[in-house]
Every structure is written in C-alpha cells, then in structure tokens.
C-alpha cells in the first residue's frame, strides 16, 4: 500500500537516466535511503549489483520481498554510513538528501565519497528555492488514487529553508494513517562547496532526471559529481 500511495512511480525512468549516464562504465551501485527497493529493482533488471542502505528495517524488509536473497540490503544510515566496500557509483534520490539537517550534508558528501572507487559517480537529488515557492503557492493538496483519499499539507519556514509535510491517508472503510516529515531546501552555493570539500568534481546540475539544465524554474535538481 505504502508503494502504491505514497511513492511517485517514476523509478524505471530513474534507472533509465542512470544507465544512460554511465554508459557501460559503471557494475556496482550503492543505493542510499533505497526505501522498499523500488529503484534497486529497476537497476539489477538493467544489469548491475546493487546494495541497498536504509535507515528503516521495515522498508527493508518491503525491499527483501521484492528483491529477493541475491540484494545485499544494510540497516544504515546518513549523515555516516557504515556499510563497508568501494562502488562505481552511490545514488541517493527522491529526497534522501533534503531529509538532512544543513550541518549534517557535508559529513553525508564525504561518506559517499568514501565509497565510491577514483572516477565513480554519485548522484542525488535536493529540493530548489523553486519547490520552496511552489510549496507555499499550495499549502494543502488533496486528491484521490484507486479509492485512497490522501491530504498533504505543508508549512514551510523560509528562514530556516524548511518544509514539515504531513501526509494522510485514508482508505476505503478503514482508519486513516499519517506520517510527518521535514525536509529541507539545500542552498546550491552550500552543496556545492560540500561536494567540492568532499573531492567531489560537479559534471552538471540537472532539471529532475533529464537531460535539461537546471534551471530557476526547476522544482528537483539533480547533481551528478565523480571522485577526484
């Protein structure tokens, strides 16, 4: 239900953007934040080894079902990451970053770093001051999906660059369910230097997972950085 509801079905797009990125040059994927294995699942199909890391054991356990023994799956979490082993490349996306307090992306930069091999690529995703304003523009959006009634609302402090988001959701002749979170609107001059303090080269700053620039308009950018 959890998949079917609240995740944004766009993970084979996701995959297809990556695997178009490394052009045969990458075999081994650290997924970070990899939830209930969603992307992990699209890239094995696609050919290449994946770990899967997460904070949550019960997405884990989502993960497991659906990737079976083969996945290597670690309880594990950012801004540090124990999980031990050198990747071609570690990817963090739909929102695993913006979940980390400011102070806390820098020791999250170099903890990727330390996983990756020389010349390996990371990518990740981070909220723009764009989001931020659509996000106040639509405090509250509510609809429906194969007969789930859900309601997000969210109130966002520009100071802080902050969103807290509660999502409910309710189903068909049952009690409804909620969950809190607070993300965060990573500034592009900090991320940068992060990365840079980490050894991380920036390729380029993407709109969403496209080959488009990002731009002032671009709601999610993605980053794409190699290891020195």
Request: with cysteine; glycine share 8%.
């Given at each position: 239900?959890?998949?079917?509801?609240?995740?944004?079905?766009?993970?084979?797009?996701?995959?297809?953007?990556?695997?178009?990125?490394?052009?045969?040059?990458?075999h081994?994927?650290?997924?970070?934040?990899?939830?209930?294995?969603l992307?992990?699942?699209?890239?094995?199909?696609?050919?290449?080894?994946?770990?899967?890391v997460?904070?949550?054991?019960?997405?884990?356990?989502?993960?497991?079902?659906?990737?079976?023994p083969?996945?290597?799956?670690?309880?594990?979490?950012?801004?540090?990451?124990?999980?031990?082993?050198?990747?071609?490349?570690?990817?963090?996306?739909?929102?695993?970053?913006?979940?980390?307090?400011?102070?806390?992306?820098?020791?999250?930069?170099?903890?990727?770093?330390?996983?990756?091999?020389?010349?390996?690529?990371?990518?990740?995703?981070?909220?723009?001051?764009?989001?931020?304003?659509?996000?106040?523009?639509?405090?509250?959006?509510?609809?429906?999906?194969?007969?789930?009634?859900?309601?997000?609302?969210?109130?966002?402090?520009?100071?802080?660059?902050?969103?807290?988001?509660?999502?409910?959701?309710?189903?068909?002749?049952?009690?409804?369910?909620?969950?809190?979170?607070?993300?965060?609107?990573?500034?592009?001059?900090?991320?940068?230097?992060?990365?840079?303090?980490?050894?991380?080269?920036?390729?380029?700053?993407?709109d969403?997972?496209?080959?488009?620039?990002?731009?002032?308009?671009?709601?999610?950018?993605?980053?794409?950085?190699?290891?020195?």
């Amino acid at each position: 239900m959890y998949d079917d509801i609240v995740v944004d079905p766009c993970h084979d797009a996701i995959a297809a953007f990556l695997d178009g990125l490394w052009d045969g040059g990458v075999h081994d994927v650290l997924d970070v934040a990899c939830g209930t294995g969603l992307l992990a699942a699209e890239l094995v199909r696609r050919g290449y080894q994946v770990v899967g890391v997460d904070a949550s054991q019960e997405m884990l356990d989502r993960a497991r079902n659906l990737l079976g023994p083969a996945v290597e799956l670690v309880p594990d979490s950012l801004p540090d990451l124990g999980v031990g082993g050198r990747f071609d490349a570690v990817v963090c996306t739909l929102d695993g970053v913006t979940y980390l307090e400011p102070a806390e992306v820098p020791r999250a930069f170099r903890a990727f770093a330390e996983r990756l091999r020389p010349d390996g690529w990371l990518v990740f995703d981070v909220h723009t001051d764009a989001m931020m304003a659509f996000t106040l523009s639509r405090p509250e959006v509510t609809g429906k999906k194969d007969g789930f009634r859900f309601t997000i609302t969210s109130a966002v402090d520009r100071g802080a660059r902050t969103s807290d988001t509660r999502i409910e959701i309710t189903p068909p002749e049952a009690a409804p369910f909620g969950e809190l979170h607070r993300q965060h609107f990573h500034a592009t001059d900090d991320v940068r230097a992060a990365l840079g303090a980490a050894g991380l080269d920036v390729i380029a700053v993407r709109d969403g997972y496209s080959d488009r620039p990002a731009d002032e308009s671009t709601l999610t950018a993605t980053w794409i950085a190699r290891r020195s």
